[in-house]
C-alpha cells in the first residue's frame, strides 16, 4: 500500500520531465531548417541592400550592411537606361498569354485522357510522359530552325508557342494523376443530369482542382517569367527581349553600377514574388482541406 | 404497359462475358431489385440500363423505346449511387437543381422543384450546405433528391445504403419503401442484400454468374425457389440442405448419405433412386419425438427475439431457429423433426427444384 504514492509521484515526475525535454531531432530539424532559410535569403538581402546604395556606398560598405541614405534613383535609372518599359511589356505578354492558355489546353487534355476511353488513349499519355523526359537545351538548336521556318523568330507567337509545347506535358502529367482520383462517379452522375464533356470539366472537375490550378499557375508563371536560354535563342531583336534578356545586356553595360543593376533584379523578381503570394493561400489551403472528399 | 424492358441482353467486356442474355419485364410503377453475389454483374446490368455502359447484345426499352443508343441523359432515367456521387463544391439544393439547370429551366421552376423534392425529403433546413457539411444518411437524401427533381420514368439505385450503418440503413429502407409509394415510379434497385430484396421489393431479380435464376416476387421466391442457388441466397439465417435417396414413393423417408433417416410426408414425382437434395429453412425445425432425427447442438446464439442454434445431424451442419426460450448446451442430443409440408425438393444432378 505504502508503495503507491510514491510510484504515482515518480510517474507524474516523468510526463514533466518529459514535456520539458525537447525532441533533439526536432531541434536538429529547426537548425537546419533556419540554416537552409538563411542560405536562401542572404542573396536576395545582399541584391535589395546594394540596388538601394549610391555607387560610392557599394564599394564602401560591406555586402550586408544596410543602406545609409536609401539611393532610390538607381530604380528609375535602371527602368529607363535599361529600357525597362519595353522588356517589361513584352514579359507581361508573353506570360499573361502562355501560363493560362498552356494551363487551360493541359487540363482539357488531362481531362480527356483520364476520363474519355479511347483504344489511343494510352499512346496519347505516353507520348505526353515522354514530353516531360526531354531536356529543351537539346532541343534549342531544332527548334530555332523550326520557328526560323515559320518565320515566327522576333514574335510573341514564336516565344509562346514553343513555351506552351514544353509547359504542357508536365502538366498534363500532373492532371491527369488528380483527374484519375476523382472518382468517375461524379461525372457519370452529371452525364446523366444531361452535361456534355465540357460542361463536365468546367463545372465539376475545374473547381475540385482548384489548389492544383494554383500550384501549377505559380509555378509556372516563374519559371516563364524567368525563363533565358529559349528566349536567347528565339528573340533576337533587342525590342522584343523579356526581363531576364534585358538583365544579361545590363551587366555588359553597367557592370561598374552594381546599384542599378541590382535595382533592374529586384523589378524583375518582383512580380514573380507578388503572384507567389496571391495565389499560395490557394494553393496551401487547398492541399491540407482534402478536396476531392465529400 | 411495360415500363422496363430488358430482352436478350449481353455485356462483354473485352474478351470476358459477364452479363449472358438477361430477360427481365418490369411493369410501370414497379419496385424491381436485381440481387446476387458479388460480381455477378448487377452493376453492369445497372450501369447498361443507365447508357453508362454499352449493350454487347439484345436491347433494353424504357416506357416502350428502344434506348440501346440514346445518351444517359435521353433516357428518362435517374441514378443514385453507392458513394453518392455529389457535386462537392455546389450546395444540397444546386445539386438537386443542376439537371434542370443545364436543360435550360428557368430559376422560378428550378427553385419550386427542388422545394417541392426537399419537402418529400425533409431537406429544407439543409438546402445551403455543401455536401462535406452532411451526414452520411442526409448525402444520400441529397442524392435522391436530385434523383426526384428530374422526375424520370425509371428511378436507378446502386447500393445506395451500403455506406450507411445498419440502424441508418433500416431507417431508410423504409424512406425509399414510401417514397416509392408516393411517387409510384418504376425503381431497378441493385442490392447483395437479400434482406432489403425481401423487404422492398414486388419483384425480385436473382442474378448469379450473369444468369437470371428466378424473377418473381419476394414471398414467391422464398416459398418456392426454382434452384438450390435461390433457395441458398434468399433468407437468414440460409436454409439448410440435406442429401440421400427417397427408397419408396408410397412411405417416404429420406436415406441420407451418412444413414440417418427423415421421415418425409410427401416426395416429388419419379423421384425413387434419384440422388436429392433436401431443403429445410431453419425456422421450420422443431423438437421432434420418438421418431425425431438424432441432433447434436454445437452453437447456441440468442438474438432475443429467436436463438440461432448451430445443430449436426451426421457431421452436417444445419441451422435451427427457435421461437421459444429453450434450455440449450453444447453438445447436448436432441431429436429433431422438419415441417415436412415445407420441406423442399431439388435433383442433385441439375439443381432445380423438384415439385412434390
Ligand atoms: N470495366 C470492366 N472491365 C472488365 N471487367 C469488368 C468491368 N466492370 C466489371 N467487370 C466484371 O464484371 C463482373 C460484374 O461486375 P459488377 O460490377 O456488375 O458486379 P456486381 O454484381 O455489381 O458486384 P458487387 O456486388 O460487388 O458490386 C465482375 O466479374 C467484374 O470483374
Ligand atoms: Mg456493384
Known amino acids: ?294 | 404497359m411495360s415500363g422496363l424492358s430488358i430482352g436478350n441482353v449481353k455485356k462483354s467486356f473485352g474478351a470476358v462475358d459477364v452479363i449472358h442474355g438477361v430477360d427481365v419485364e418490369i411493369a410501370d410503377g414497379e419496385f424491381a431489385i436485381l440481387v446476387g453475389p458479388s460480381g455477378c454483374g448487377k452493376s453492369t446490368l445497372l450501369r447498361m440500363i443507365a447508357g453508362l455502359e454499352d449493350i454487347t447484345g439484345g436491347q433494353i426499352r424504357i416506357n416502350g423505346r428502344v434506348v440501346n443508343d440514346l445518351q444517359p441523359k435521353d433516357r428518362d432515367i435517374a441514378m443514385v449511387f453507392q458513394n453518392y456521387a455529389l457535386y462537392s463544391q455546389m450546395t444540397a439544393s444546386q445539386n438537386m437543381g443542376f439537371a434542370l439547370e443545364l436543360a435550360g429551366a428557368k430559376r422560378p421552376e428550378i427553385d419550386k422543384k427542388v422545394g417541392e423534392a426537399a419537402a418529400i425529403l425533409g431537406l429544407q433546413p439543409l438546402l445551403d450546405r455543401k455536401p462535406a457539411q452532411l451526414s452520411g444518411g442526409q448525402r444520400q437524401r441529397v442524392a435522391m433528391g436530385r434523383a426526384i427533381v428530374r422526375d424520370p420514368k425509371v428511378f436507378l439505385f446502386d447500393e445506395p445504403l451500403s455506406n450507411l450503418d445498419a440502424k441508418l440503413r433500416v431507417k431508410m429502407r423504409a424512406e425509399i419503401k414510401a417514397l416509392h409509394q408516393r411517387l409510384k415510379t418504376t425503381i431497378v434497385y441493385v442490392t447483395h442484400d437479400q434482406i432489403e430484396a425481401m423487404t422492398m421489393a414486388d419483384k425480385i431479380v436473382v442474378l448469379h454468374g450473369g444468369r437470371v435464376e428466378q424473377i418473381g416476387s419476394p414471398l414467391e421466391l422464398y416459398d418456392k425457389p426454382r434452384n438450390i442457388f435461390v433457395a441458398g441466397f434468399l433468407g437468414s439465417p440460409a436454409m439448410n440442405f440435406l442429401e440421400g435417396t427417397i427408397e419408396d414413393a408410397a412411405n417416404p423417408v429420406l436415406a441420407m448419405t451418412s444413414g440417418s433417416r427423415v421421415k418425409l410426408s410427401r416426395a416429388p414425382a419419379n423421384s425413387v433412386n434419384r440422388p436429392l437434395t433436401l431443403g429445410i429453412r431453419p425456422e421450420d425445425i422443431a423438437f421432434g419425438g420418438e421418431s425425431g432425427v438424432d441432433a447434436v447442438v454445437k452453437v447456441i446464439e440468442p438474438t432475443g427475439s429467436e436463438t440461432h442454434v448451430a445443430v449436426e445431424i451426421d457431421g452436417k451442419e444445419l441451422t435451427w431457429v427457435v421461437r421459444e426460450r429453450v434450455e440449450l448446451a453444447p453438445e447436448q442430443r436432441v431429436k429433431l423433426s422438419f415441417e415436412t409440408s415445407k420441406v423442399h425438393f431439388f435433383d442433385q444432378q441439375t439443381q432445380q427444384r423438384l415439385d412434390a
Open chain 1, 1 to 294: 500500500m505504502t508503495a503507491m504514492p510514491t510510484n504515482h509521484a515518480a510517474v507524474h515526475l516523468e510526463v514533466q520531465l518529459s514535456s520539458i525535454k525537447r525532441d533533439p531531432v526536432l531541434i536538429g530539424l529547426w537548425i537546419a531548417l533556419v540554416a537552409v532559410a538563411l542560405v536562401w535569403v542572404a542573396p536576395f538581402v545582399f541584391i535589395v541592400f546594394t540596388s538601394l546604395k549610391t555607387p560610392a556606398a557599394v564599394t564602401s560598405t560591406g555586402a550586408f550592411v544596410p543602406p545609409t541614405e536609401l539611393a532610390f534613383e538607381n530604380y528609375s535609372a535602371a527602368w529607363s537606361r535599361g529600357n525597362f518599359a519595353n522588356s517589361f511589356l513584352n514579359s507581361v505578354i508573353i506570360t499573361v498569354i502562355k501560363v493560362p492558355l498552356g494551363l487551360f489546353l493541359s487540363a482539357m487534355a488531362a481531362y480527356a485522357l483520364a476520363k474519355i476511353r479511347l483504344k489511343i488513349t494510352k499512346a496519347l499519355l505516353l507520348l505526353v510522359v515522354f514530353g516531360t523526359m526531354i531536356p529543351f537545351q537539346v532541343m534549342l538548336a531544332p527548334l530555332f530552325t523550326l520557328v526560323n521556318s515559320f518565320g515566327l523568330i522576333d514574335t510573341y507567337p514564336g516565344v509562346i508557342l514553343p513555351y506552351i509545347a514544353f509547359g504542357v506535358p508536365y502538366q498534363v502529367f500532373i492532371l491527369h494523376g488528380f483527374f484519375r482520383g476523382i472518382p468517375k462517379e461524379l461525372s457519370e452522375a452529371a452525364l446523366i443530369d444531361g452535361a456534355n464533356h465540357f460542361t463536365i470539366f468546367r463545372r465539376i472537375f475545374l473547381p475540385v482542382c482548384l489548389p492544383v490550378l494554383a500550384a501549377l499557375l505559380i509555378l509556372d508563371f516563374v519559371s516563364t517569367w524567368n525563363e533565358f536560354a529559349m528566349a536567347l535563342v528565339l528573340l533576337q531583336d533587342q525590342r522584343m527581349w523579356t526581363l531576364p534578356l534585358g538583365l544579361m545586356s545590363f551587366q555588359g553595360q553597367f557592370s561598374s553600377n552594381y546599384g542599378q543593376l541590382n535595382a533592374a533584379i529586384v523589378m524583375t523578381v518582383l512580380p514573380a514574388t507578388i503572384v507567389y503570394l496571391i495565389f499560395q493561400r490557394y494553393f496551401v489551403s487547398g492541399l491540407t482541406s482534402g478536396a476531392v472528399k465529400g
